[in-house]
């Protein structure tokens, strides 16, 4: 149900926040949880949806599925905001995190991409707030949030080495962040495996598996029912597909990364109309794909789509 046009209830409790671009989650329990929090520049808009939605109330977690620039945005936003509120993530994104290199590339980005989508808007800038994890993730972990709610932490490394999935039990509910393929709204499906193909089907294997009914991931639409049965059973073996069309691409270029990233790009990404992400970062993330196919072409692939 869509009640305006920054909030769609996806079902009760469970609401997706913003821009579908770049969306956030907002479950809404005694314990209130978002999930990511995008673009630094939406910071505002963020936080007026969850008001509208909380009242008085506080959000008591932010989660944070991976450290891109468009997951972490309005992270620190949302600390200053709710300062009782808890940052969780995996070990590696607190890592990343303390770092000054880190800060400034995802500072830039966000920078970036506030020049292509909302120069022109009635959205003030915010620049990115640094922050600090509260508490590191693991997988089993399980976070009570009231009302017999449960979230349960799934290590999904192979988009990023720090890729997380938070599964909310009692609604068969997964957020995949961006380790479960990101399906553009032209229907588009990129496999963003930035830090290798076989811990990347691993983790879309555990997410097949986790009896998820909605599918929220962190760009466009999410996925309900038959539709998000539908998505998952398609998940891998599409996936594999996309490995041997690269694949077949780097071969017949003799393995030059540079040649095949002008093709894939041609053919996945300058057709695409915005909202898309910005060119530097897609371009960063399509090399790591490339010298991840590279690195993986002489494994038996059979054995991963089981």
């Given at each position: 149900m869509i009640l305006d046009d920054l909030i769609e209830e996806i079902s009760p409790g469970l609401y997706q926040i913003g821009d579908f671009a770049t969306p956030v989650f907002?479950?809404?329990?005694?314990?209130?949880?978002?999930?990511d929090a995008g673009y630094s520049f939406t910071s505002e808009l963020y936080a007026g949806a969850v008001h509208r939605i909380l009242g008085k109330r506080k959000l008591s977690?932010?989660?944070?599925?991976?450290?891109?620039?468009?997951?972490v945005g309005a992270v620190g936003y949302f600390k200053n905001l709710f300062p009782e509120?808890?940052?969780?993530?995996?070990?590696?994104a607190c890592q990343i995190m303390s770092k000054q290199k880190s800060l400034d590339h995802i500072a830039g980005l966000n920078l970036f991409a506030e020049s292509i989508f909302f120069s022109e808007t009635h959205l003030s800038s915010s620049p990115f707030q640094p922050f600090?994890?509260?508490?590191?993730?693991?997988?089993?972990?399980?976070l009570n949030i009231g009302n017999?709610?449960?979230?349960?932490?799934i290590e999904t490394p192979g988009h990023t080495r720090d890729s997380l999935c938070f599964y909310l039990n009692e609604q068969k509910t997964i957020f995949t962040g961006d380790c479960g393929?990101?399906?553009?709204?032209?229907?588009?499906?990129?496999?963003d495996f930035l830090s290798g193909c076989a811990a990347y089907i691993h983790s879309l294997n555990k997410i097949c598996n986790s009896g998820a009914e909605i599918l929220?991931?962190?760009?466009?639409?999410?996925?309900?029912?038959?539709?998000?049965?539908?998505y998952l059973v398609d998940l891998v073996p599409g996936c594999m597909k996309f490995i041997d069309f690269v694949?077949?691409?780097?071969?017949?270029?003799?393995?030059?990364?540079?040649?095949?990233?002008?093709?894939?790009?041609?053919?996945?990404?300058?057709?695409?109309?915005?909202?898309?992400?910005?060119?530097?970062a897609y371009l960063l993330n399509l090399e790591a794909r490339l010298r991840s196919v590279l690195s993986f072409v002489s494994t038996d692939l059979s054995r991963f789509l089981t």
């Open positions: 907002l479950v809404d329990a005694p314990s209130p949880v978002l999930v977690w932010c989660l944070i599925t991976h450290t891109h620039f468009d997951h509120m808890k940052i969780g993530a995996s070990g590696l600090q994890i509260d508490t590191i993730l693991s997988e089993g972990d399980v017999s709610l449960n979230i349960s932490v393929g990101i399906v553009h709204d032209s229907g588009y499906i990129f496999y929220c991931p962190g760009h466009y639409n999410s996925f309900k029912d038959a539709k998000c049965e539908q694949s077949g691409i780097l071969s017949a270029h003799n393995n030059d990364i540079n040649i095949c990233m002008n093709i894939i790009k041609s053919l996945e990404y300058d057709v695409l109309p915005q909202p898309k992400q910005p060119e530097p």
